[in-house]
């Protein structure tokens, strides 16, 4: 079961910031923090992950809480094709850990 | 293109016909993953190989379901008797650092299946 909880939806206006919340109060110490996109039609694609530190790379930064009970996923200057459904997941890095990909965000950037 | 690459794209069968779909994943990943994804739900792991054993398969996965990765590189995933509850997309990832913490898949852009 995922083990984060996600808004189901979430609008955005072209050129803001999109601010992308996930709870994951159950979060161990050995668990990451993953941020996936899926665009309509396509397989899901590899934005950002973290563990305790703030990340950013060239798609998007991540905010972990101190506390790593919620972190936001955020993209600074969103576009149209930012449109997509955005799944966070917790992940542990012992052995085999699969992704768990609960119900996610659908973000809707519009004009 | 040097992505995951999945064949057909789209399979339209009969219910009670066998279906079969093709991953090719990147090039030199050991790790490959086939999941499956139903309208407004997230993906769901079916299983995975590592290199050509297949080391984990969900409760998922039900006698119909086969797959296999024979060398190594590409893998099948075969479906027996088709159900109309098998209709999905089914998903391919691949990944190249096993065991590590910073594991990323890279995902194809899924087989459709509908079963009529």
């Known amino acids: 079961d995922a083990k984060t909880t996600q808004p189901t939806s979430m609008d955005c206006a072209e050129g803001r910031a999109a601010n992308l919340p996930c709870n994951h109060s159950t979060i161990s110490g050995n668990e990451y923090v993953y941020w996936y996109r899926q665009i309509h039609s396509q397989g899901p694609q590899y934005i950002i992950h973290g563990l305790k530190n703030n990340e950013t790379n060239e798609m998007a930064s991540l905010i972990i809480t101190e506390d790593r009970k919620s972190s936001t996923l955020i993209l600074p200057h969103a576009t149209l094709r930012d449109t997509a459904v955005y799944y966070c997941?917790?992940?542990?890095?012992?052995?085999?850990?699969?992704?768990?990909f609960g119900t996610g965000t659908r973000l809707l950037v519009s004009p | 293109d040097t992505g995951v690459s999945q064949d057909p794209r789209h399979k339209i069968t009969k219910r009670g016909q066998n279906v079969t779909f093709r991953c090719d994943p990147i090039?030199?990943?050991?790790?490959l993953y086939w999941y499956r994804q139903t309208l407004g739900q997230g993906p769901e792991f079916l299983t995975y190989f590592q290199n050509e054993a297949q080391l984990e398969k969900s409760r998922l996965l039900s006698d119909r379901f086969s797959a296999e990765r024979p060398k190594g590189s590409f893998s099948t995933l075969e479906i027996q008797r088709t159900e109309q509850g098998d209709s999905a997309m089914y998903l391919c990832?691949?990944?190249?650092?096993?065991?590590?913490?910073?594991?990323?898949?890279?995902f194809g852009s899924g087989t459709q299946l509908s079963v009529l």
């Open positions: 990832a691949s990944s190249p650092t096993p065991g590590q913490p910073n594991e990323k898949l890279f």
């Open positions: 090039s030199e990943h050991n790790r």
């Open positions: 997941i917790v992940k542990g890095n012992t052995g085999f850990q699969k992704l768990v």
